[in-house]
């Protein structure tokens, strides 16, 4: 299905004067996906060409591609669309799927590889307690109980990726070993995101809030409450949602920009009647995609001065 995407500028957005301001909204693009369903958690392609996104229960996946302004459906399986990965050369998919047996009330997870272009399914691993998925070069990395899979030691490669969160540390892939990390100490951390330059990363702890560490977990920087960071391409700032609650519901949600030292910030939204969150970076173009309360999905073209 290809719609042409409703696109409006919201000067009311843009706080920061032209003079001042570093880095500015300049487009916010409303993506034509319907009204089935209310859509969460998008991301984009390694590649930056496609949008992947899921329901506000993370049932299914959908993908949006920018080129031919059209979406797709990759898949409808149970809590899918919130644990699973692109492959780097963008060829294939992988997800944890979790299939429920009411009768015997046991819970069973399975880690699934599709092929995009032949949707073809492969079931890579089952089990009580499987990973998010992710990928080296090319293959699907997943842990079993803490015991990683499909990693390759290779000396000849300089990859660094992050294979997500393990016993509450961040877990770094080091060409093709696994590294734990724990920047502040007992921490229990949540949305890690690797630097465009592959030699920083920003993540959460949950009591103490956002920070900036090297690839051995030194401390660089305190950002403190910056929910769900996201570098820029260029990595000179970090995008994340400025949320606020009364404890049952949100109130409020604006992106906001910051420094990676954190001597800087700028707001880039404010909307009362738009709560934007969850905010990705594009890594190929100066966008930002985010969801809202209302379960839609916005694209956002900033620029860096």
């Known amino acids: 299905m290809t719609t042409k995407a409703p696109i409006f500028f919201l000067a009311a957005c843009l706080v920061a004067s032209v003079a001042q301001a570093q880095i500015t909204i300049k487009r916010i693009?409303?993506?034509?996906?319907?009204?089935?369903?209310?859509?969460?958690?998008?991301?984009?392609?390694?590649?930056?060409?496609?949008?992947?996104?899921?329901?506000?229960?993370?049932?299914?996946?959908?993908?949006?591609?920018?080129?031919?302004?059209?979406?797709?459906?990759?898949?409808?399986?149970?809590?899918?669309?919130?644990?699973?990965?692109?492959?780097?050369?963008?060829?294939?998919?992988?997800?944890?799927?979790?299939?429920?047996?009411?009768?015997?009330?046991?819970?069973?997870?399975?880690?699934?590889?599709?092929?995009?272009?032949?949707?073809?399914?492969?079931?890579?691993?089952?089990?009580?307690?499987l990973s998010v998925p992710t990928f080296s070069q090319n293959t699907p990395v997943y842990s079993i109980q803490n015991e990683t899979k499909n990693l390759k030691k290779s000396a000849q490669i300089n990859e660094i990726t992050i294979l997500g969160i393990e016993d509450t540390k961040i877990a770094l892939n080091r060409n093709g070993q696994k590294f734990l990390l724990d920047p502040l100490g007992s921490g229990s951390y949540v949305w890690p995101v690797l630097s465009p330059d592959r030699r920083q990363i920003v993540a959460y702890?949950?009591?103490?809030?956002?920070?900036?560490?090297?690839?051995?977990?030194?401390?660089?920087?305190?950002?403190?409450?910056?929910?769900?960071?996201?570098?820029?391409?260029?990595?000179?700032?970090?995008?994340?949602?400025?949320?606020r609650d009364d404890g049952h519901r949100i109130l409020s949600s604006d992106l906001w920009a910051v420094t990676p030292d954190g001597k800087s910030a700028t707001q880039l939204t404010r909307t009362e009647s738009v709560l934007e969150m969850y905010p990705q970076c594009s890594p190929t173009e100066n966008r930002i995609v985010c969801s809202t309360m209302k379960g839609e999905i916005l694209l956002m073209t900033y620029q860096e001065r």
């Open 29 to 129: 693009e409303r993506l034509p996906l319907g009204s089935a369903h209310e859509w969460s958690h998008p991301q984009f392609s390694p590649g930056g060409s496609a949008i992947y996104y899921t329901t506000v229960d993370g049932n299914g996946i959908w993908e949006y591609s920018l080129r031919s302004r059209s979406h797709r459906q990759i898949t409808s399986d149970p809590k899918a669309g919130l644990a699973f990965a692109v492959s780097q050369d963008g060829k294939q998919l992988a997800y944890r799927r979790t299939l429920f047996d009411q009768r015997q009330r046991v819970r069973r997870q399975e880690i699934v590889l599709m092929d995009l272009v032949s949707r073809k399914q492969t079931l890579v691993a089952s089990g009580k307690d």
């Open 205 to 243: 702890e949950m009591d103490r809030g956002a920070f900036v560490c090297d690839l051995d977990g030194r401390l660089i920087s305190k950002l403190g409450k910056r929910n769900a960071p996201s570098w820029t391409r260029t990595g000179k700032w970090i995008i994340y949602m400025d949320d």
